[in-house]
């Protein structure tokens, strides 16, 4: 009873197949990390509707390639176990050296500096002028030109400090200079968008 | 067995089932398009429902069953392509962001809520009232404006921050 459970008489599967399509699964799986990191979007917690059905499409659309479309329990359970696998070594390779984060899971990036815009890395980004703006408005900021900051964090969401909260006593005493770990990108920054006349 | 893992489709077979995941994407854009459902924040269980079986009930229809490798690779390409270029259009166009995500709507300013606006978005009273309890406001007293964000939200902008008093017009927004 148990053992018809598990594998079905109808379609046995060679122990070879089940192998190839968890291979088949990481070829996958590298492919669409990949994939994302070069065509993908940043903004991940900003999604907007057509982005979550591509996602939908996307995990249909490579179905079949990782299971071969057989429907077989041990096939199934293959490549899901690849791909969480897959996973954990990942955020194990992260972990160990931190230096590989900012290549596969990208680095916090300034929109907004001082109430400027920087319009070469919203293009890169991705990130429209209404995005920001609503982005801007949802932590109570009028608009970009309020803010001291704004960034797009790696989890895809953008954090806006207000013009004034800089001016705190408790956020810098000294005067507008950034938070720690954006100072040298933004040095970087101003530089490229100087060259691009902005 | 590599033979095995890298198999791949015809090249017709490649052809046609990009054609039919480009299809399938564009039919799915416009579908939501025509739906009205853009506001992801205030999406229901069902509605998400409905997007997870959208996917599922287009899956044959893109990858014309083909088991194989190459096939998945090229739809996922596909796809992924085709929601790059439309965010590219996206962040470039702002008629584009209107048609396709719509745009942000002013819900109250100076203290007056703007019913006729409220009325035609579907904004009840308690959602307005909710919105400012969650950003600490207990009336309109205090809040400079409302807005109705394309994701659903809504921003709570108050009249404190000395700057805000200077600025009168905003970015992006129509003002009634």
Known sequence: MTATLIVPAVAMVSAHRVGVQSIKTLVI??????????????????????????????????????????????????????????????????????????????????????????????????????????????????????????????????????????????ADPGGTAPPAGLRRRLRRTTRREHRHGH | MLHQVFDH??????????????AVYAFLVLGLRLLGKRELGQMSLYDVVLIIILGNAVQNAMINSDNTLGGGVVAAAVLLAANRVLNEVLSRSNRAQRLLVGEPVLIATDGKVLVEQMRREGITPEQLDAALREHGFESLDGVHSVILEVDGSMSVIPRQAPILRTRRHYRGLRLP
């Open chain 2, 9 to 22: 489709p015809s090249w017709h077979g490649a052809g046609v089932i990009a054609l039919k995941t480009l």
């Open chain 1, 29 to 170: 799986g590298v492919l669409l990390v990949v994939g994302f990191r070069v065509l993908g979007k940043r903004e991940a917690a900003q999604l907007n509707v057509y982005d979550l059905v591509m996602l939908m499409a996307l995990a249909n659309a490579v179905q079949n390639a990782m299971t071969a479309g057989l429907g077989d329990l041990r096939v199934g359970l293959a490549s899901a176990g690849t791909l969480l696998v897959a996973a954990w070594a990942l955020t194990r390779v992260i972990v160990r050296r931190p230096a590989l984060e900012s290549r596969i899971v990208g680095a916090p990036v300034l929109l907004v500096y001082n109430g400027r815009v920087l319009q070469v890395r919203m293009r890169r980004n991705l990130v429209s002028s209404s995005e920001l703006d609503e982005a801007c408005r949802q932590h109570g900021v009028a608009s970009p030109a309020d803010c001291a900051l704004a960034v797009l964090e790696v989890d895809g969401s953008i954090s806006v400090i207000p013009a004034d909260a800089v001016a705190h006593p408790s």
